[in-house]
C-alpha cells in the first residue's frame, strides 16, 4: 500500500496537480476579492479600515503558505484545497485511483 508521503509523480499527473492548484488559488483569490469588494463597501471609520486591514493580512498569510507545490505535500494540500471546496474533482481527473483515494480520505480527517 502506498504511503501518503512515498506517493509517485507521473509527469502527466505532476502536471494535473499544478493545474488543480492554480486553478484553486484563482478560485480563492477571486473569491477574496469579492469578499474585499463587500467588506469596503462597508468602510465607515477608520477602525474598519484597521479591521480590514487585519483580515487582509491574516488572508495574505493563509493564501501564501496554502499553496505549497512540494512533492511530498501536494496530497495534502489537494485534500485541504478539496475540502475548503477549492479544488473540485473534476480537477484531478487523471491522477491514478491511489492518489484520489488518498486525497478523498484526507479531505475527512483535515
Same mark, same amino acid.
Given at each position: 500500500m502506498?504511503?501518503?508521503t512515498?506517493?509517485?509523480w507521473s509527469a502527466q499527473e505532476k502536471q494535473i496537480a499544478q493545474s488543480a492548484l492554480m486553478e484553486a488559488q484563482s478560485r480563492e483569490i477571486d473569491?477574496?476579492?469579492q469578499?474585499? /469588494?463587500e467588506k469596503a463597501s462597508k468602510v465607515d471609520d477608520i477602525s474598519d479600515v484597521w479591521r480590514l486591514n487585519d483580515f487582509l493580512s491574516? /488572508? /495574505?498569510f493563509d493564501i501564501d503558505g496554502k499553496y505549497?507545490?512540494?512533492e511530498g505535500e501536494t496530497l495534502f494540500v489537494l485534500a485541504r484545497l478539496a475540502k475548503e471546496g477549492w479544488v473540485k474533482t473534476a480537477d484531478l481527473q487523471g491522477l491514478d485511483a491511489a492518489k484520489?483515494?488518498?486525497i478523498a480520505a484526507l479531505t475527512r480527517i483535515l
Open positions: 502506498m504511503q501518503v512515498e506517493a509517485e473569491g477574496l476579492v469578499l474585499i /469588494r491574516a /488572508r /495574505r505549497d507545490d512540494s484520489l483515494a488518498k
